[in-house]
C-alpha cells in the first residue's frame, strides 16, 4: 500500500509540475505577444491570436495590426465593408489597378451577394488602388550580390 501511495504521489508531482510550466509557457508568450506588437501582427495574419478590444486599433510601422491593412485614409472604411465577408488577407495578397478592385467589387455584388457600397465605393476603391496596386516585379526581386568569389 505504501507503494501505492508513493506512485500515486509521484503522478501528482508530474502533472502538477507540467501544469505549471504550461501557465508559465502561456504567460510568457502573452506578455511577449503585448510587448512586441510585430510578433502579435504576424501571429494574428496566421490565425493563432484572437485579435481583441484591447489591441484591435493598433497601428506598428504604418501597418494595422489587426488586419495586416497599410494605414492610409479611408482605412476603417475598408476593414467595415471588406473584413465582414473575408479576411483581410484575401485582400492583401492581391494587387489591381483601380479599374481592377472596382470590377472584383462589381463581382462580388453580382455573385457574392455583396451590398451596395454607395459612396463608400469611391473611397474603397481609392483606398486600395493606392496601397494595392500592381507592381513591376516578378515573383522576387533580383539577388544582389556585393562581392562575387572563385570556388576552389
Given at each position: ?6 506512485r500515486s504521489?509521484?503522478?501528482l508531482?508530474v ?11 502561456l ?17 494574428a ?10 489591441n ?7 501597418i ?9 485614409e479611408h ?14 488577407k ?11 478592385w472596382k470590377a ?6 453580382e ?7 454607395g ?7 481609392s483606398?486600395l ?5 500592381p ?6 526581386a ?6 562575387w568569389?572563385?570556388?576552389?
Open positions: 500500500m505504501n507503494k501505492n501511495f508513493d504521489i509521484k503522478s508531482s502533472l502538477l509540475g507540467v501544469f505549471i510550466a504550461l501557465i508559465a509557457i504567460f510568457g508568450g502573452l506578455l511577449y505577444l503585448k510587448q512586441n506588437p510585430e510578433a502579435l501582427r504576424n501571429q495574419n496566421e490565425g493563432l491570436v484572437e485579435i481583441s478590444e484591447e484591435n486599433d493598433l497601428i506598428t510601422d504604418g494595422h495590426v489587426a488586419t495586416g491593412f497599410v494605414d492610409d482605412l476603417q472604411v475598408v476593414i467595415q465593408n471588406c473584413t465582414s465577408c473575408h479576411s483581410a484575401l485582400v492583401t495578397q492581391n494587387r489591381m489597378s483601380k479599374e481592377g472584383t467589387i462589381k463581382w462580388m455584388q455573385t457574392q451577394n455583396l451590398w451596395d457600397l459612396q463608400n465605393e469611391a473611397k474603397i476603391v483606398y488602388a493606392k496601397n494595392y496596386a507592381k513591376n516585379q516578378g515573383r522576387r533580383h539577388i544582389e550580390v556585393a562581392e568569389y572563385e570556388l576552389k
